[in-house]
C-alpha cells in the first residue's frame, strides 16, 4: 500500500521560504509523475507543480513560476516543493499525490483526476 506522507508546512511572513517534502512509502516512484497540490478554504483545488520521477521532467503552475522549484531525491524516495518569496495568496493545505506516467503526459497532469494516492496535507499560512 502506497503511502504519501507530507511535511515542512508552518506560518511565514510574506517573502519568506518553506520546503515542503513528500515521502513516499510501499512503493518505487519509477513509473509515476508526483505533484503538488493546494487548496484555499472556499477554493477548489489547483495545480501547483509536477515532475516526472523516471527523467525529471517539471512543469509549474503559471504564478508559481520562478518562485516554486519542484525536486526529487531518489535515494530518499521524497519529493521536494521549495517555496520562496511566499504571498499570502499561497496560503492553503498543500497536498502532493502521485499520477501513473501513462494517464497524464506534461500538463495534462494538471487535472487532480489523474492522481491515485493523496497524502493527508500540510498547512501553509503566509502572513502580510
Known amino acids: 500500500q502506497v503511502q504519501l506522507v507530507e511535511s515542512g508546512g508552518g506560518l511565514v511572513q510574506a517573502g519568506g521560504s518553506l520546503r515542503l517534502s513528500c515521502a513516499a512509502s510501499?512503493?518505487?516512484?519509477?513509473?509515476?509523475?508526483v505533484g503538488w497540490f493546494r487548496q484555499a478554504p472556499g477554493m477548489e483545488r489547483e495545480f501547483v507543480a509536477s515532475?516526472?520521477?523516471?527523467?525529471?521532467?517539471?512543469y509549474y503552475e503559471d504564478s508559481v513560476k520562478g518562485r516554486f522549484t519542484i525536486s526529487r531525491d531518489n535515494d530518499k524516495n521524497t519529493v521536494y516543493l521549495q517555496m520562496t518569496s511566499l504571498k499570502p495568496e499561497d496560503s492553503a493545505v498543500y497536498y502532493c499525490?502521485?499520477?501513473?506516467?501513462?494517464?497524464?503526459?506534461?500538463?495534462?497532469?494538471?487535472?487532480?483526476?489523474?492522481?491515485?494516492?493523496w497524502g493527508q496535507g500540510t498547512q501553509v499560512t503566509v502572513s502580510s
Open positions: 510501499g512503493g518505487t516512484l519509477w513509473s509515476y509523475a
Open positions: 499525490a502521485r499520477t501513473p506516467n501513462y494517464a497524464c503526459s506534461g500538463y495534462e497532469c494538471r487535472d487532480d483526476n489523474h492522481y491515485d494516492y
Open positions: 515532475i516526472r520521477w523516471s527523467n525529471g521532467n517539471t
